[in-house]
């Protein structure tokens, strides 16, 4: 345990979780966590299925109020904001935390464009005079509207989905539907992005291309981003930071090497008694990773 | 049941008719019947001197179970594949129930009562509702039959149907650009057309005043998915703001439709306020209560609203201050001296019809361009998904209440302008079968569609009233077609839905693989 | 007078009573809902015909001279219950089955114009007038007897039909909660209410359940309706709509989705009714019950027994 990376302090960070507790009646989901974030850093949390991960996100992002904790975010204008106190759209109106979903969460009836739109509501309602002035087609909303147009463009070169902006969203291919939700979820102009599993479901080419477009929001966007991941490809070449829950405890904190070595980690994914509960492909692809180091990796 | 069809479907194949199956299945459907007409057909209550008594109608209960029993047998022929025979003895039976219910309406339209009698006494019936019920599921079987002869199958997968639907919906759409603007030049002719006689036209403003309140209740239900069953309510605060207005304070239309609207509003936002946290059926339920409230305290608010007696003489609306009455008072002139014009009661009419047109179309125009809006946006996004909308930023208490308070002010309209049209308001005029009627235009015209709210008024309002000579059937109809509309096309009848910008332009290299057939 | 206990207790009778026919009713809603998830808003017209079925019967019984009352009660409750269910089968099959799987909306409009349409063809078939029947049962049980300050008697009785009514509620309902939890058609109904494909999947007939769920529920309607007649003595065609919208309102009270809570919504709302006539004003009662309604929704959303539901994102 004295190996352990020293956790971020709290002053440095984007994202500072203390002491994070939610109980559901008598279930504990998650017990005394704390963890950093940094800025212009991906920062992965995993762990088991059932260790409470979505839950992290979802105290995070206002759908549940924590049982006890303190969930500081320093944004660059705002100052430091306590994000358990806030209403859930708040949290993505005023403190920049976008986030996208397990299962995908789009406007699946409206077109890959609007999507892309709404997004840019609370910026459009302003523009448009809280539509009072935009119901008389003023220039100031049409010049608003047109800018929020080139945003979406902007995001639907990144994600190759141009050709298909006017498609019904519900009519796109899996991996361009969760594309295109991360795509989403950066017109709001985050400083945090939180993306629960991006990779479930996506082929390999696809994964890649995941990868690809994860460190280019955090290269060029320069915003930190906090990933729930599974695929341990995806984990290991992209983040920068790890953090490992289990049955709703923190057991393991530090960068990709650290974790990967560290032996409450694999005693987690690998102990003895859990084994038939853990799914092949992880424990084969932990395994891998743990016995070959970093060129064990198959990048296809 | 299953397994029979499951046999039945074997024999099928091996191209023969599984006799015994086809009789358990239409025996089945005839003890249905049976159970069903039984009591309520087969025993009748009447008054008689000293006391009720019950009388019998034992042969109308024997014709619906030899009607289950053989329309079962057609639908059964139909569906193994023999539509020959189900034309063949079909046809000429439904070219005669036609005739005679065509004879029927006629001579009871034309006011010849003796001549519709002896039509009926004709019938082994004894009721004429029973030969409809007859003539509708007939002419439905035939008309299954003949398609089946022509298409060699009888079924439609449902995908079919309804990719087949949206398409004709998304060309009506297309071509709702000229439509539309032929439709208005249409609707502003339309006083003047030579056909057009008062009894039509009143039709009409009935017709457009519904148009209005669909058109201001799919704000609510079709962009913004909430489910409103008391629209009544709002359309009743402000038919009541105005007759209370202009019977107490004598206050004119003009001022007085406003602050309908207002009061409207603010009763949408007060009562969306506690319970749009509600989902679903919730929702429903509850603003149905509200309605329910709203005419329960009408009725008993005496003082205010007079109660069951309701309010009469609610001032007309004027033309810009010229008043449509026949003698104006001494010293004031009204519409027919100021223009000059002979004096007919129909100017009224023709007054009130251009009124309600206008404001229809504003809240037409309205609808169309805050969908093009943030808010409007954010309408349809909250049906879509709430949960993401609140992960976007947007407010999701804010938005629905705009949409609450926006849809009940045009409802609150719509009432001011059925006030003074009437001259005369009560409670019996906001029940909820008006809520219904609306929420069942904007459904069955499809969700969110200007164009299906025109075509379902028109079918659901227009026609109903144009047959009320069969007045006692017209609930009962009314009923029937809601149902069967929905089931033949749940979406609606013109539902598809048209983006609200786009990133290409219409028909541009992207657009041709785009939707309906992707994945 | 209104201050007494007598008082009290007179009107707790009527509220249970009462609470009795929006029970039954209630249960049908929720049998419903849990199941397919949808407002079977038709279902008070089903209460409404088991009414009128239950009145040709006691009408028709009298009139031919039959008078036991056991026998007429017995036939009237084997008649309602045989035919009632049937018209809920047919609802089913004919307006509800082919939607299955479309938008919410599109269902609740098939109910709705169901409703429309039942209310209609029994206004045709007969008449828009208020039916009134003779008291089938007279008599009953004195619980306390006072004296009002004029100096008159004021009686607190239980008749022998509040008796008997009471008594029909609870074995109904003690029968149909042993149908839900120990049965293997229980069972199946609980299948699909979890996950309808599922259900399928492991063999559930899910078309055959769900049929015989709406015939459950339209069984309990019809006694309803039965209770009705013999407590109020007059029917007309539109009862259906008032008594489905307080049952509805009752089921959602107690917690949609919830037998118990159905039973629970239905006696609130009866008493609730009773008591807000007894010591205020009559014509306010169905605001009353509304507004309760409003306010148990605002403060807990999935009613008073049912499962609070944890936003699943």
């Known amino acids: 345990m004295s190996a352990q990376a020293a956790p971020l302090a709290a002053e440095q960070a984007l994202l500072s979780v203390e002491h994070l507790t939610m109980r559901f009646g008598g279930l504990v989901a998650i017990d005394d966590v704390s963890f950093a974030a940094r800025d212009r850093e991906i920062t992965a949390i995993i762990g088991p299925n059932g260790a409470g991960k979505t839950t992290v996100f979802n105290c995070l992002t206002g759908f549940y109020k924590p049982t006890v904790g303190r969930l500081g975010l320093s944004h660059p204008q705002k100052g430091v904001m306590l994000l358990e106190q806030m209403e859930g759209f708040r949290i993505a109106q005023q403190a920049g935390v976008a986030r996208t979903f397990q299962n995908i969460r789009l406007f699946a009836k409206m077109t890959v464009l609007e999507n892309l739109i709404v997004a840019q509501h609370n910026h459009l309602m302003r523009a448009s005079g809280y539509t009072v002035l935009g119901l008389f087609g003023l220039g100031v909303y049409r010049h608003a509207e047109k800018d929020a147009v080139d945003k979406a463009r902007y995001w639907l070169d990144r994600i190759h989905l141009t050709d298909k902006a006017d498609w019904d969203a519900g009519n796109l291919p899996y991996g361009d539907q969760r594309r295109l939700e991360i795509a989403r979820a950066m017109c709001i102009d985050p400083i945090l992005l939180c993306l629960d599993e991006p990779a479930a479901g996506l082929n390999p080419r696809e994964s890649h291309e995941l990868n690809e477009l994860l460190q280019f929001i955090r290269d060029e966007h320069k915003i930190g981003v906090l990933l729930i991941e599974h695929d341990m490809s995806v984990v290991m070449e992209i983040s920068d930071h790890i953090i490992v829950l289990d049955y709703g405890r923190k057991i393991s904190d530090g960068d990709p090497d650290f974790v990967r070595n560290d032996p409450n980690v694999i005693r987690a994914y690998l102990g003895e008694e859990e084994e038939e509960e853990l799914p092949p492909e992880v424990a084969q692809d932990l395994s891998s990773r743990t016995d070959g180091g970093p060129e064990g990796r198959d990048d296809s | 049941m299953a397994e029979i069809t499951a046999n039945s479907r074997l024999a099928a194949a091996k191209g023969r008719l599984d006799t015994v199956a086809m009789l358990k299945e239409a025996g089945l459907t005839a003890l249905v019947m049976f159970a069903l007409t039984v009591g309520l057909v087969g025993f009748e209550v009447r008054d008689i001197p000293g006391g009720l008594a019950l009388f019998t109608r034992f042969d109308d209960v024997a014709v619906a179970v030899l009607l289950g029993f053989f329309g079962r047998m057609a639908l059964f022929l139909l569906r193994e594949g023999h539509p020959r025979p189900v034309a063949i003895i079909g046809g000429p039976l439904v070219l005669l129930l036609v005739l005679v219910l065509a004879a029927d309406v006629w001579f009871t339209g034309a006011g010849d009562v003796a001549a519709s009698e002896s039509i009926r006494s004709w019938l082994p019936f004894n009721s004429i509702i029973v030969v409809w019920v007859i003539a509708i599921i007939s002419v439905f079987i035939a008309a299954r039959a003949i398609l089946a002869i022509r298409r060699a199958s009888s079924t439609v997968t449902v995908e079919e149907r309804e990719a087949r639907a949206d398409h004709v919906a998304a060309q009506v759409q297309k071509i709702g650009r000229y439509v539309g603007p032929a439709l208005l030049a249409f609707a502003l002719l339309y006083p003047f057309l030579p056909f057009v006689n008062r009894q039509l036209l009143d039709i009409s403003v009935l017709v457009v005043t519904y148009m209005m309140l669909g058109w201001g209740l799919n704000i609510v239900v079709g962009l913004a998915g909430l489910l409103d069953l008391g629209y009544v309510a709002f359309y009743a605060v402000g038919a009541y703001s105005y007759a209370l207005l202009g019977t107490k304070l004598d206050m004119s239309f003009w001022v007085c439709l406003p602050f309908a609207g207002f009061m409207a509003a603010t009763a949408g936002v007060i009562l969306g306020f506690p319970v749009l946290r509600l989902r679903g059926d919730y929702l429903a339920i509850v603003t149905l209560g509200f309605g329910e409230m709203i005419r329960v305290i009408l009725l008993n608010w005496y003082d205010v609203t007079r109660g069951p007696d309701g309010i009469s003489n609610i001032p007309r609306p004027s033309f810009f201050g010229l008043p449509f009455t026949r003698r104006p008072p001494e010293g004031t002139e009204s519409f027919h001296t100021f223009f000059g014009l002979e004096y007919t009661p129909v100017d009224r009419l023709i007054f009130l019809y251009y009124l309600i047109l206008a404001m229809a179309m504003i809240t037409n125009l309205f609808t169309m361009r805050i969908r093009k809006l943030p808010v409007g946006r954010a309408w349809e996004a909250l049906r879509e998904d709430e949960t993401a909308c609140r992960s976007l930023g947007v407010n999701p208490t804010n938005t629905k209440l705009t949409a609450f308070g926006i849809g009940a002010m045009f409802g609150g309209f719509a009432g001011s302008f059925f006030a003074t049209r009437q001259g005369f308001i009560s409670p019996e005029s906001f029940t909820f079968i008006e809520s219904a009627v609306i929420l069942a235009i904007v459904v069955l015209g499809g969700f969110g569609s200007q164009l299906g709210v025109i075509v379902a008024a028109i079918l659901l309002i227009g026609l109903p009233e144009f047959f009320r000579e069969l007045q006692q059937y017209r609930m009962l109809a009314f009923g029937a077609a809601m149902v069967l509309i929905m089931v033949w096309r749940p979406a609606g009848l013109l539902a598809h839905r048209e983006p609200t910008i786009r990133l290409h332009p219409r028909s541009g290299p992207a657009d041709k693989t785009a939707p309906q057939s992707a994945e | ?313």
């Open chain 3, 1 to 313: 007078m209104e201050g007494s206990i007598h008082y009290f207790v007179d009107q707790t009778i009527n509220g249970l009573t009462l609470g009795a026919i929006y029970g039954l009713i209630a249960i049908g809603y929720t049998l419903v809902y849990g199941i397919i998830g949808m407002i079977n808003f038709a279902h008070g017209e089903i209460f409404m015909i088991g009414s009128f079925l239950a009145f040709f019967v006691f009408l028709g019984l009298g009139l031919s001279g039959i008078t036991w009352v056991p026998l007429a009660i017995l036939c009237a409750l084997v008649v309602t219950m045989m035919l009632t269910p049937v018209y809920g089968w047919t609802l089913e099959r004919v307006a509800y089955r082919p939607l299955r799987g479309s938008p919410r909306l599109a269902a609740l409009i098939t109910a709705i114009g169901m409703s429309i349409f039942l209310q209609n063809y029994v206004q045709l078939l007969q008449g828009a007038r208020p039916r009134p029947l003779q008291p089938v049962i007279s008599g009953g049980i004195e619980l306390m007897r006072t004296v009002t300050p004029d100096g008159s008697p004021y009686v607190v009785g239980l008749s022998y039909l509040q008796l008997l009514i009471i008594v029909l509620t609870v074995a109904l309902m003690t029968v149909f909660t042993l149908v839900i939890t120990r049965t293997p058609l229980g069972r199946a109904q609980r299948a699909c209410e979890q996950d309808r494909d599922m259900a399928a999947l492991i063999g559930v007939n899910v078309d055959r359940t769900i049929s015989l769920t709406f015939v459950m529920g339209a069984a309990l309607a019809s006694v309803a309706g039965l209770i009705f007649v013999m407590n109020y003595g007059v029917i007309d065609f539109f009862i259906g709509f008032l008594a489905g919208i307080k049952a509805f309102t009752a089921a959602v009270l107690g917690g949609i989705g919830s037998l118990p809570g159905a039973m629970l919504g239905g006696l609130l709302i009866g008493l609730i009714e009773a008591f807000w006539s007894g010591y205020f004003t009559v014509e306010y009662k169905d605001v009353a019950a509304f507004s309760i309604l409003v306010l148990v929704l605002i403060f807990r959303p999935t009613g008073l027994l049912g499962k609070p539901d944890i936003e699943k994102v």
